[in-house]
């Protein structure tokens, strides 16, 4: 089966740098999400890991390395806005499914 | 461009009762997928439609069940609600990646939320 951890919850100040970790076991595994997901919303996409190293989208990087299952989500600049939950997702399997993490609850405080 | 549309939004039923909720995916999209999540809780994978054929399937009893129309649009039903079924079902359509080279991001609807008493 998929088992995906990331910590429940977050705590960084506005301005600041946080990252967020996810690790995953999963069998043929083909990439990695990270969504945001505002309270009462649907998640959004953020970005998209199919190789190793770093994605860089703005203040928004994504990291992954597959040999050890691990991926981290970095946000720089905090704003009060990003207050939100980080869902970690895998995309696996012949038909493409996408698993996804409990989430991790992150607040953005000034 | 309109994104994927849900209905209802919010809906209350009792026990026992059926319930049908319905999605449009987004414009070109042609897979739907449809998770539930709880409170707190991550999305779980209950189904995955392509060519109005489910070709995944999640840990959910056959109480869940769903269609897909040939205009790509999908139906989630459940049967025999029970109290434990209460939660936002997400609806999420992408464009099947036949070559299993690109990302095929998920866009999500804005959920259908329900409650049963």
């Known amino acids: 089966g998929q088992n995906i951890d990331q910590p429940t919850e977050m705590t960084a100040t506005e301005g600041a740098i946080v990252q967020i970790n996810c690790t995953y076991q999963?069998?043929?595994?083909?990439?990695l999400f990270w969504y945001q997901q505002h309270a009462g919303e649907a998640p959004t996409f953020l970005s998209y890991?199919?190789?190793?190293g770093l994605e860089e989208k703005g203040r928004f990087s994504s990291f992954l390395s597959r040999s050890k299952g691990y991926s981290y989500l970095l946000l720089k600049e905090l704003q009060m806005k990003d207050s939100a939950s980080y869902l970690c997702?895998?995309?696996?399997?012949?038909?493409?499914?996408?698993?996804f993490g409990t989430g991790t609850k992150l607040q953005v405080i000034p | 461009d309109a994104g994927v549309t849900q209905s209802p939004t919010h809906l209350i039923k009792t026990r026992g009762q059926q319930v049908t909720l319905r999605c449009s995916p987004k414009?070109?999209?042609?897979?739907v997928s449809w998770y539930q999540q709880a409170l707190g809780q991550g999305p779980q994978f209950i189904f995955q439609?392509?060519?109005?054929?489910?070709?995944q399937r999640g840990n959910f009893p056959d109480r869940f069940s769903g269609h897909q129309f040939p205009n790509y649009s999908s139906e989630l039903n459940v049967n025999a609600l029970l109290l434990g079924d209460s939660a936002l079902y997400l609806c999420?359509?992408?464009?099947?990646?036949?070559?299993?080279?690109?990302?095929?991001?998920?866009?999500f609807g804005a959920g259908s939320r329900l409650t049963v008493l």
């Open positions: 999420a359509s992408s464009l099947k990646d036949l070559q299993g080279s690109g990302a095929n991001v998920l866009t």
């Open positions: 999963t069998s043929g595994f083909n990439g």
């Open positions: 890991n199919v190789l190793d």
């Open positions: 997702a895998v995309r696996w399997g012949g038909y493409q499914k996408v698993t």
């Open positions: 414009s070109g999209h042609d897979t």
């Open positions: 439609y392509y060519e109005e054929e489910e070709r």
